[in-house]
């Protein structure tokens, strides 16, 4: 997904640090042994490509969309029969569209609908519509003939899965700049294209028992515990909640009144995206930590620099400090963009706690 923040370029950096400052530091308790923690997990990249490898995952995001594709990505863990995934797919792709006017993103989202918003093609609305409609018939036992093969209601699992490959497929065909702040005046070429729905497949791990929350992540801290601890909080102004407004909404398929131009919905206002809010927060979720390791990701664009985060973290144990450039993620248009640069610069902060 295109995604401000997303550690996927930087996710083996990242990984290749976190299991060499452990395994360095901590040599008696082995890596696989271990109850890992992400609490701004975003599209959870960086506890995918450790699930395989560690104990226990504990995931967190406040906002809707991350919590479903936390919840496929790193909850599932017995893999779904692939005869039943191509079943569910065939069906989910084949539904028809023509008599689908009346659904929430066609209605709110898509210029034919005479919401003024170009958000998705007429047909891709449509079709949003009518998986994300069905998803809610099966979960709840409805909408399988009985004739039809695997006729069973679908599992926790399979909704999941099935509705993050949604998101994911939903996001592909989106008229937009990267995020969904705003759409494009004009349908461009990949939103032009036809949604076809793909399998949002997830690593298997089969006796983890991972857990996924949606709370804020200072709330959470006081309740969990483990071995490491990894954050990566927004670093700038922008808040999630309006740049990703309209996953959050297929997420949820709720009914409100979108508000403005873009048809925003409310959205909880982070702190750590305001500058006089965000030294105050992140030294209180690094004082109620219960993890021996704690790894923080934040650039050198944020709105804390790298002296205030160390002069926190070092009050809570010993600290030290890896980094590395890289390409800048690029939304906006360079006259616009506050930091010209076209490389950043990554810390990754290190607290191994008294």
């Known amino acids: 997904m295109n995604y401000i923040g997303s550690k996927l370029r930087l996710s083996d950096w990242i990984i290749e640090t976190i299991t060499e400052k452990y395994n360095?530091?901590?040599?008696?308790?082995?890596?696989?042994?271990?109850?890992?923690a992400e609490l701004f997990a975003g599209t959870g990249i960086i506890s995918r490509k450790l699930k395989p490898s560690v104990n226990q995952i504990i995931a967190n995001d406040l906002e809707p969309y991350s919590s479903v594709l936390l919840k496929n990505y790193i909850e599932?863990?017995?893999a779904i029969p692939n005869e039943r995934i191509v079943f569910l797919m065939?069906?989910?792709?084949?539904?028809?569209i023509k008599e689908q006017t009346k659904g929430f993103i066609y209605q709110n989202y898509c210029q034919g609908s005479g919401s003024e918003r170009l958000y998705f093609s007429d047909d891709n609305g449509k079709k949003i519509d009518v998986i994300r409609q069905k998803l809610e018939e099966w979960k709840s036992g409805r909408g399988f003939d009985s004739h039809q093969l695997h006729n069973a209601k679908i599992t926790d699992s399979e909704y999941y899965f099935l509705?993050?490959?949604?998101?994911?497929?939903?996001?592909?065909?989106?008229n937009t700049a990267s995020v969904y702040g705003a759409f494009l005046k004009q349908l461009k070429k990949s939103a032009q294209k036809n949604l076809v729905l793909s399998p949002a497949h997830f690593p298997h791990t089969e006796n983890q028992e991972n857990k996924i929350f949606r709370e804020d992540a200072n709330t959470l801290i006081k309740k969990i515990k483990g071995d490491i601890l990894y954050l990566d909080p927004p670093y700038?102004?922008?808040?999630?909640?309006?740049?990703?407004?309209?996953?959050n909404t297929i997420a949820l398929y709720?009914?409100?009144?979108?508000k403005g131009k873009t048809g925003l919905r409310e959205y909880e206002r982070s702190k750590y995206c305001q500058k006089n809010e965000v030294e105050t927060v992140f030294e209180d979720l690094i004082k109620d930590a219960d993890f021996k390791f704690i790894f923080v990701s934040y650039n050198n664009e944020g709105l804390m620099n790298l002296e205030t985060i160390k002069r926190i973290m070092?009050?809570?144990?010993?600290?030290?400090?890896?980094?590395?450039?890289y390409q800048r993620f690029k939304a906006d248009k360079d006259i616009n963009r506050e930091h010209k640069a076209n490389a950043t610069m990554e810390y990754l902060h290190i607290l191994r706690r008294y």
């Not at 360095?24 to 890992?36: D, E, G, R, V």
């Not at 065939?90 to 028809?96: F, I, T």
């Not at 509705?163 to 989106?174: P, Q, R, T």
């Not at 070092?314 to 450039?325: A, D, M, N, P, V």
């Open 90 to 96: 065939e069906e989910l792709n084949n539904l028809s």
């Open 314 to 325: 070092s009050k809570y144990g010993s600290y030290s400090l890896e980094k590395t450039e």
């Open 76 to 78: 599932n863990t017995k």
């Open 254 to 258: 709720d009914d409100f009144e979108p």
């Open 163 to 174: 509705l993050a490959s949604l998101l994911e497929s939903a996001d592909k065909v989106a």
């Open 24 to 36: 360095n530091l901590n040599p008696s308790k082995p890596f696989s042994q271990i109850t890992f």
């Open 236 to 247: 700038n102004a922008r808040q999630y909640g309006a740049n990703y407004h309209l996953l």
